[in-house]
């Protein structure tokens, strides 16, 4: 399993210092190899920091709070499921810089690549369905 925070650290919104590059964030753990698990409210964005103590990272919501960041997310969960590439595939770094990061997955003929920077450019090909390759603006 892999994921970007759970009930034992800081939420990722709350470290984040450009709430625009959630997405991304979201994006790299559905395109690397692992199970992505999204802890409840981070789908939403929610933030609460571990000094703030247990309460603040584990608040009680009293609805869902869909937005542009749960509905990217909902895609790229569609994507992970419906891709044998993301599923099994073998990882191979391409790129990878301060401001960059470019893989590739595998999984017998069938390849999706992705490209992620700090200037929001994300790209799934191939594999993914045309309405899943832009993240939310």
């Not at 000094?51 to 608040?59: Q, T």
């Not at 993301?86 to 790129?95: A, E």
Request: glycine share 8%.
């Amino acid at each position: 399993m892999s994921f970007v925070d759970n009930h034992d650290v800081t939420r990722v919104a709350s470290i984040l210092t450009n709430k625009n590059h959630l997405p991304l964030i979201y994006a790299l753990a559905f395109g690397m190899p692992g199970i992505p698990c999204v802890y409840y409210g981070s789908e939403w964005g929610a933030e609460g920091r571990k000094e703030d103590g247990d309460p603040a990272l584990r608040p009680s919501f009293e609805k869902p709070e869909w937005n542009d960041l749960t509905e990217w997310i909902s895609k790229l969960a569609e994507a992970k499921k419906q891709s044998k590439a993301l599923q099994y595939g073998n990882f191979m770094s391409k790129v990878l810089t301060n401001g960059q990061c470019v893989f590739e997955r595998e999984w017998e003929g069938g390849n999706v690549s992705t490209l992620r920077s700090m200037r929001q450019t994300v790209r799934f090909m191939q594999d993914l369905m045309p309405e899943q390759r832009k993240p939310p603006t």
